[in-house]
């Protein structure tokens, strides 16, 4: 069923707007990583990009019915800095989500029994979990001077959970197969 | 040299997070064409969201020295229908960016004589113009149950100029030479 009230909705479009510009700024950051010959922190900027577009999507298509322009309030971090500083940035960003912003719409889209809407936060916020751990590995390998190793990163196209090297036999966030995770 | 004003800034940053949600919107609305069978609409929309990255990347990178978080209020248009119906939702994003958005940013960075700002949104207004063009071409083509023709799309990196099948010798936007067109 689509989204039937309004502040659920308006949650909904916040949280598109903010996976809408955390995508694009990893895109940015990472790009900038692998100019610097931080190859595997690109990887893992590129990787969680497209993890925060999943979560951009279920968002978006989770409010279907909703057509129309809006002005979207949302939450962004911008600068270009060092690496260990974008690196704090998506952190920050990260850790927002997890302790303010996607427990709040959760809480929200329970109490107005929104299923679909809490579905998609309760997918964002716990990948989101794995995401700020992540970003930590890799900021401290880059205050080292060393970029993070792994042979790969993992990511579940229906929920975002995130993974270095072998992805599991089942996400434990949604629970879909290991064939189904996106290489990167 | 960076933006100065606190206002060129805080329209960087609305035209980025709408840029993002665009280049967002578009890759949904992409797939979703080419899963009806619609394969060039679906091509158009792709290339037209990258040519949205061009213009976020360029807003971010203006901001390059306004670090940290910040709350973005950016226009979005949201909704899944028809293709015609998506293209409608496209064409109107395109206009009001056309008419309203970028004239207005444009007309500011000049009032502040910000040249980084003024060149950023002069891109994105002028590429905008063809973009809505695109649209509309695409969406009278579906009307009559069928798909845009053309061989392939080519987007300039520098400044999201897009045109169907072969780019010009110069970008007429920024002057970026041919070879530096992506194809899509
Ligand atoms: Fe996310
Ligand atoms: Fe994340
Ligand atoms: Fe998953
Ligand atoms: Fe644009
Ligand atoms: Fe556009
Ligand atoms: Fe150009």
Redesign the interface.
């Known amino acids: 069923m689509p989204v039937q009230n309004a502040m659920t909705a308006d949650f909904l479009?916040s949280a598109?707007?903010g996976?809408?510009?955390a995508?694009?700024?990893y895109?940015?950051w990472g790009n900038l990583a692998e100019k610097e010959g931080f190859k595997n922190t690109g990887r893992l900027f590129k990787a969680i990009a497209y993890a925060e577009?999943v979560h951009?999507?279920n968002h978006?298509?989770e409010?279907?019915?909703?057509?129309?322009?809006?002005?979207?309030?949302?939450?962004?971090?911008?600068?270009?800095?060092t690496i260990v500083?974008n690196l704090q940035?998506a952190i920050?960003?990260e850790l927002?989500e997890i302790e303010q912003m996607y427990p709040v719409y959760l809480n929200t889209a329970k109490f107005q029994e929104e299923k679909g809407a809490e579905r998609s936060f309760h997918f964002a916020l716990e990948a989101e979990k794995v995401h700020a751990i992540l970003f930590k590995q890799a900021q401290d390998a880059a205050k080292a001077g060393n970029d993070i190793q792994f042979e790969s990163v993992n990511v579940c196209p229906v929920c975002g959970h995130t993974v270095t090297d072998e992805a599991p036999d089942k996400c434990p966030i949604c629970g879909a197969k290991k064939e189904m995770y996106k290489g990167f």
């Open positions: 479009r598109y707007g996976e809408s510009m995508h694009m700024r895109l940015i577009q951009a999507d978006f298509k409010l279907k019915v909703q057509q129309g322009d809006y002005t979207v309030a949302a939450g962004a971090v911008f600068g270009i800095g500083e940035g920050n960003g927002h």
